[in-house]
T-cell receptor
């Protein structure tokens, strides 16, 4: 079945350093891939989505490329800020059964 | 554009009580999801509705959890009877189409004593 695996957290970084959160997925279909971010006391919200293979999504300095060959969708940011501290979820939406599959989430802690 | 509205924001229940959580999805959305969120288990799917029809009912949650969609603009999640292990944040989300983003509510934080 479909599944998503991402970097286990927490990930602790200093402000100004680079971030990579790995995300790998399994599916036999043609999914749309998403990154969501969740701040304390709120529900997850969309960071960005990429519906097509080999395309890149980006928002607020974060980016990820939908790599169909490697079945990966790693989240990257060149220079993190304290305000980026949150939980990040990788997700895929399957066109065969309309379900959405989330990874376990990666907590990011950015220290000043 | 109104988002997903969940009520109440916080709920405290005694063990064995029945509680009902409410959700109003984004107007016009066809899909509605209920999730349970804990630090250990992350996001766990409880129920998924498509055009008010129940498409998936999380197997591990069937015995005491029941979600209903009374109309396209209102859903409830009933937990009966509650147990301390049900303490978690319950999230409702909606979307228009399978490849569109999910809109989440702020969640209901449930504490069962």
């Amino acid at each position: 079945g479909d599944s998503v695996t991402q970097t286990e957290g927490p990930v602790t970084l200093s402000e100004g350093t680079s971030l990579t959160v790995n995300c790998s997925y399994e599916t036999k279909q043609y999914p749309t891939l998403f990154w969501y971010v969740q701040y304390p006391g709120e529900g997850p919200q969309l960071l960005f989505k990429v519906p097509k293979a080999n395309e890149k999504g980006s928002n607020r300095g974060f980016e990820a490329t939908y790599n169909k060959e490697a079945t990966s969708f790693h989240l990257q940011k060149a220079s993190v800020q304290e305000s980026d501290s949150a939980v990040y979820y990788c997700a895929l939406s399957s066109d065969s059964n309309n379900r959405i599959f989330f990874g376990d989430g990666t907590q990011l802690v950015v220290k000043p | 554009d109104a988002g997903v509205t969940q009520t109440p924001r916080h709920e405290v229940a005694e063990k064995g009580q029945t509680i009902i959580l409410k959700c109003e999805p984004v107007s016009g959305h066809n899909d509605l999801f209920w999730y349970r969120q804990t630090k250990i288990q992350g996001l766990e799917l409880l129920s998924y509705f498509r055009s008010k029809s129940l498409m998936e009912d999380g197997g591990a949650f069937k015995d005491r959890f029941k979600a209903e969609m009374l109309n396209s603009s209102f859903s409830t999640l009933k937990i009966q009877p509650t147990e301390p292990k049900d303490s978690a944040v319950y999230l409702c989300a909606s979307r228009g189409h399978f490849n569109e983003r999910l809109f989440f509510g702020h969640g209901t934080k449930l504490s069962v004593l």
